[in-house]
């Protein structure tokens, strides 16, 4: 079995990389040769370049974005506008947009808004109370009470409660994530899944196809669908004229019954629980949601699994028709998630808020620092007026590149008093962040242009419960094992500013 999929999988790259390469290659014959042996082809594709760049500055997108893309047709003027023709022209967009508006304008009556819970926010926490509305009017997330979180770090601590939690199950287990990975984690996952096929409950998987690029063959949902389980790719990588990393489904959700919830930071494979090294110890976190603030997160997956089917009846699955749910708590929890197909950068909106809410501390972890210029303004100004900020990446790094990148932003950010460390025992690839030991969000969220504008993410905002002490206590952890980057570290030679200068420019691009 072991040899088949492997042989799949290996066959699977091979065909992919091999399209690719003709592709690139056909693409750069036909610039070349057209420029050389036609001056009216170079004058058209000048014309290209004109018009994508006067549409690239018009675009609402982020500053960082539209720059190195006018940069770039700046320099390369005969074939700039082409290859942002090129690179930014994905099939599915168009039609994922199209869908998933009308599917969310259809299910928004389904996460109905608390406004007796909102209510008490404002008079308990009224200095939160801009985020909840945010989120609740132009996103339509309710903020909730009577649920429970437990906060989950490393990923061996999350395995055996997620395994714990999945055989509870007794109607329905969904489970949404960018990455599976062969190994003992999911094998200990797949058995139960199995298990309770068996027992007769409804079981379905959507996973990322870029995401398990390396790490499952393409016949996957065809061995789920052997076992019962019901499997979807979402976006499937089809590698003609497309971005092949952008619209990635980033989002790591599991749904037990409505009632049980898990989002954070980690995908289902053996180095984020440790049980195969990559890049040093992996830390990573999670939260688990039990109660009625589970619903949303359901909610979020039957959104996304409806995008190329008919649509469902989402209150089928909601777990409080017949009884009410027996968790009784007062703390505030706002399951929230991200979508790149519409205007609003809700990632960065919500990570704004908690920053301007800051009247003690800020403590963030994230395994990538890529940021535009509004976050950095953010981050330095909190800093400059006497706030306690801090943020953790990771020492050993998973790209060398994105990890140069990020250290491209630090200068910045000392120098303005933010407090930057980098986890010596590994890889950080937790994605949380603290504000004055009062509210905590835990996700999917990485602090960089894909996460924030390019992906579909999710995560989890709480207030007044133990939970943010827990995300604080961990932070103050890996703050202690960490090494802080100090000024004087910053000051590189000629060569070396010169070149992270350049990274700066094209990381958006990443």
């Not at 990570?351 to 330095?380: F, Q, R």
Request: charged share 20%.
């Amino acid at each position: 079995m072991r040899r088949q999929w492997f042989h799949s999988l290996l066959m699977r790259r091979a065909v992919i990389t091999l399209i690719l390469l003709v592709e690139i290659s056909s693409f750069i014959f036909l610039i070349v040769a057209g420029t050389i042996f036609s001056d009216a082809a170079s004058i058209l594709f000048r014309i290209i370049s004109i018009i994508v760049a006067l549409y690239v500055v018009s675009k609402n997108e982020k500053g960082g974005y539209r720059l190195i893309w006018v940069f770039l047709i700046l320099i390369f003027p005969v074939f700039g506008g082409v290859l942002y023709v090129f690179l930014n022209t994905q099939m599915t967009t168009n039609y994922y947009a199209k869908n998933l508006g009308q599917i969310m304008e259809n299910t928004s009556k389904d996460m109905p808004l608390k406004n007796d819970v909102r209510a008490r926010l404002e008079k308990e926490y009224p200095g939160y109370l801009k985020n909840v509305d945010y989120l609740e009017r132009t996103q339509h997330f309710p903020v909730y009470e009577n649920t429970k979180t437990t906060y989950l770090s490393p990923g061996e601590a999350f395995w055996p409660v997620f395994l714990e939690n999945l055989k509870k199950a007794e109607k329905y287990i969904f489970l949404e994530y960018f990455t599976i990975g062969e190994g003992k984690f999911w094998d200990s996952i797949l058995q139960i899944l199995t298990e309770k096929v068996k027992q007769g409950v409804e079981v379905r998987i959507m996973y990322d196809d870029m995401g398990c690029f390396l790490s499952i063959p393409s016949d996957f949902p065809e061995e789920m669908k052997a076992l019962g389980i019901q499997c979807r790719v979402f976006n499937p990588f089809r590698p003609f004229f497309t971005t092949i990393q952008n619209n990635r489904n980033h989002r790591k959700i599991t749904s037990i019954d409505g009632k049980i919830a898990f989002c954070g930071g980690l995908n289902l494979a053996d180095e984020y629980v440790n049980e195969k090294e990559r890049f040093g110890y992996w830390k990573d976190s999670a939260v688990l949601v039990e109660g009625d603030a589970a619903w949303s997160l359901t909610a979020f997956f039957l959104q996304l699994w409806q995008i190329n089917q008919t649509q469902e009846d989402l209150m089928e699955y909601f777990p409080w028709k017949n009884e009410p749910c027996p968790i009784k708590d007062t703390s505030f929890v706002q399951p929230y998630c991200d979508i790149p197909l519409d205007s609003e950068n809700v990632g960065e909106n919500v990570y704004m808020n908690m920053i301007t809410s800051a009247e003690k501390s800020i403590y963030i972890s994230t395994p990538y620092l890529i940021l535009d210029e509004t976050l950095i303004t953010a981050l330095c100004l909190a800093a400059k007026s006497g706030i306690d900020v801090r943020i953790v990446t990771p020492s050993k790094y998973d790209k060398w590149m994105i990890h140069q990148a990020t250290r491209c932003y630090y200068r910045d950010l000392v120098e303005a008093g933010v407090r930057v460390y980098e986890y010596t025992p590994g890889f950080m690839h937790s994605k949380t962040i603290v504000i004055d030991d009062k509210a905590a969000i835990v996700g999917s969220i990485n602090w960089d242009y894909r996460s924030l504008y390019l992906h579909f993410e999710c995560a989890v905002w709480m207030c007044g419960t133990d939970t943010v002490h827990e995300v604080q206590k961990d932070l103050l952890k890996s703050f202690e094992v960490s090494d802080e980057v100090l000024p004087e570290e910053l000051n590189y030679k000629r060569g070396w500013s010169l070149f992270r200068l350049v990274l700066r420019l094209v990381a958006p691009i990443f």
